[in-house]
T-cell receptor, first 110, second 114 residues
Framework: RKEVEQDPGPFNVPEGATVAFNCTYSNSASQSFFWYRQDCRKEPKLLMSVYSSGNEDGRFTAQLNRASQYISLLIRDSKLSDSATYLCVVNMWTGNQFYFGTGTSLTVIP | GAGVSQSPRYKVAKRGQDVALRCDPISGHVSLFWYQQALGQGPEFLTYFQNEAQLDKSGLPSDRFFAERPEGSVSTLKIQRTQQEDSAVYLC????????????FGQGTRLTVV
């Protein structure tokens, strides 16, 4: 079983829509959580860290549920520029590997 | 440099050829990671260095893959006797420390084995 599981999508949504991505992780020892964004043929870049209390950055909200080993990302008021692949990432401090999900593809349609 | 630098950006190798991929991490970054990313997939962990020590190489797919970081800065990923299934983008990332610190990625090396 993969360390991190994501629905690959694709998600095709109209501009202005709200879209949510979910991710589950298998190892309860996971300590740090992130969402990365990857544009086509580009490297992944950090979108936001995910904190236990949940956190918001503009139109983006991330949530963590440790009991269910579940992470989510909510994007409000989608923009065309949000079109990308969103990667769920977990890190275990003991080994310091960053484990990536397969990524969820989002296309925002005019 | 300002970011993680990888070279070459593109490499075409004939099956059976050896290749070497280079990564220049951000100056001062302790941790360095190599990932393999196939088309349509997320990055798959290959190996991890803390300074010059290779602490985890559990993701290397075979003994044809070898990585080093002899002075705790630049790293090289070497693939011997390349096979078609080695075709992928090889991403290098570095982070300042361990644990809850962001990993910064290079633009990757796209390897095509023909």
């Amino acid at each position: 079983r993969k360390e991190v599981e994501q629905d690959p999508g694709p998600f095709n949504v109209p501009e202005g829509a709200t879209v949510a991505f979910n991710c589950t992780y298998s190892n309860s020892a996971s300590q740090s959580f992130f969402w990365y964004r990857q544009d086509c043929r580009k490297e992944p870049k950090l979108l936001m860290s995910v904190y236990s209390s949940g956190n918001e950055d503009g139109r983006f909200t991330a949530q963590l549920n440790r009991a269910s080993q579940y992470i989510s990302l909510l994007i409000r008021d989608s923009k065309l520029s949000d079109s990308a692949t969103y990667l769920c990432v977990v890190n275990m401090w003991t080994g310091n590997q960053f484990y990536f999900g397969t990524g969820t593809s989002l296309t925002v349609i005019p | 440099g300002a970011g993680v630098s990888q070279s070459p950006r593109y490499k075409v190798a004939k099956r059976g050829q050896d290749v070497a991929l280079r990564c220049d991490p951000i100056s001062g970054h302790v941790s360095l990671f190599w990932y393999q990313q196939a088309l349509g997939q997320g990055p798959e962990f290959l190996t991890y260095f803390q300074n010059e020590a290779q602490l985890d190489k559990s993701g290397l797919p075979s003994d044809r893959f070898f990585a080093e970081r002899p002075e705790g800065s630049v790293s090289t990923l070497k693939i011997q006797r390349t096979q078609q299934e080695d075709s992928a983008v090889y991403l290098c990332a570095s982070s300042l420390g361990t644990g809850n610190t962001e990993a910064f990625f290079g633009q990757g090396t796209r390897l095509t084995v023909v």
